[in-house]
């Protein structure tokens, strides 16, 4: 089976890093775009950064200039560099993949969620 597992998530005062980290494992051909979106109850779910196979990063502008998202292809790995948290991103993170299997057929990937608190 293909699946992601996310983790680094946690508590953290306002200021304060924290990196995410998201693994692909399975029959996997090539990673296209990874990225991650969170949600917080009562509102909708957000992309908050995203990066193509090509390195070709997009965020969104509340998260520009705080966040950095990067990938390791050789551990089929994404991560999102969480600096200057502030209350508003305190949500649960959700990692994302576009995946070409060993098959030919293209899967669209979710991890289970990790909780980023951030004290007020």
């Known amino acids: 089976q293909v699946q992601l597992v996310e983790s680094g998530g946690g508590l953290v005062q306002p200021g304060g890093s924290l990196r995410l980290s998201c693994a692909a494992s399975?029959?996997?051909?090539?990673?296209?775009?990874m990225g991650w979106y969170r949600h917080t109850p009562g509102k909708e779910r957000e992309l908050v950064a995203t990066?193509?196979?090509?390195?070709?990063?997009n965020y969104a502008d509340s998260v520009k200039g705080r966040f950095t998202i990067s990938r390791d292809d050789a551990k089929n790995t994404v991560y999102l560099q969480m600096n200057s948290l502030k209350p508003e991103d305190q949500a649960l993170y959700y990692c994302t993949a576009n995946v070409r299997g060993l098959g030919g057929g293209v899967l669209v990937l979710w991890g289970q969620g990790t909780l980023v608190t951030v004290s007020s």
């Open positions: 990066i193509t196979s090509g390195l070709s990063t």
């Open positions: 399975g029959r996997i051909f090539r990673i296209n775009t």
